[in-house]
């Protein structure tokens, strides 16, 4: 949907759980000398300020990354990027999910990132400016298409659509099987909102159905304000590194400790 802006949710409960896994994914990744490719769907402007009028007005940041970046050791990797940038750009600075992969990989990977909103293209595209990242205009989804398999071969995908559409549920395990036959050794990892009207289920039977080996992760915690549908993230992902499942029992231990 082109009227969504991720700024107004931006640093909120769901982005802590899928950054702070994103980015160890990532860390671990480039662990090895050997060159990855990393493509996200849906980019997003790369960088946000949580100080801005949009993020204030709805208040998710505060229950969020605010609330919970106390749970986090200082040598994460997601708390690593987000102190880089709270120095070079102020204590609001908040790293979208291009941003964290900009900051945590190396110059020889390559970096697709697809964005259809023209305003957060043009964000992102600024944002991007300083890395050696490839930023497209397009539709994520067909992008994702043309791209894969890419090379190297060794990478990641993120698929993180706004599921403002209907087809997003509807049609994402046949798009992700598609992708996985044609990518088998990439990591793919898509996140999802837990509503609470359930609507996210079918699409998760389905994608559990067809790929039995990946790893499912859930938080919960309470809506943003009254009325929000969202009461938890997660994260799906086939082909998961090793030791990402105690990775994220220990995300899963912060969201038990400090959200509410």
């Not at 049609?171 to 598609?178: D, K």
């Amino acid at each position: 949907m082109l009227s969504y802006q991720h700024l107004y949710h931006a640093g909120n409960a769901a982005d802590v759980h899928k950054h702070a896994l994103q980015a160890w994914m990532l860390d671990y990744l480039t662990g090895k000398e050997k060159p990855l490719t990393y493509i996200e769907s849906h980019a997003g402007r790369g960088l946000y300020d949580l100080g801005a009028p949009e993020a204030v007005k709805t208040g998710e940041a505060e229950a969020g990354i605010f609330r919970l970046e106390t749970g986090f050791a200082p040598d994460h990797p997601y708390m690593r990027v987000i102190a880089e940038l709270r120095a070079e750009f102020g204590p609001a600075a908040y790293p979208g999910s291009p941003m964290i992969a900009a900051r945590l990989l190396r110059g020889f990977d390559t970096v697709h990132l697809a964005e259809r909103h023209p305003a957060e293209y043009e964000a992102l595209a600024e944002a991007m400016m300083p890395y050696a990242a490839r930023v497209h205009q397009v539709d994520g989804f067909a992008k994702v298409q043309e791209l894969t398999p890419p090379m190297p071969r060794r990478g990641m995908l993120l698929i993180d659509p706004s599921y403002e559409v209907a087809a997003d549920y509807a049609e994402m395990a046949r798009f992700i099987g598609l992708i996985a036959r044609k990518w088998n050794v990439g990591i793919i990892a898509l996140w999802y909102p837990i509503l609470s009207d359930g609507r996210h289920q079918g699409m998760l039977r389905e994608l559990q159905a067809a790929h039995g080996e990946a790893l499912r992760h859930e938080v919960r915690f309470a809506p943003a304000r009254e009325g929000h549908g969202m009461v938890g993230s997660g994260l799906f992902v086939i082909n998961p590194p090793w030791r990402l499942a105690e990775e994220a029992a220990r995300v899963a231990a912060v969201f038990e400790t400090l959200a509410g």
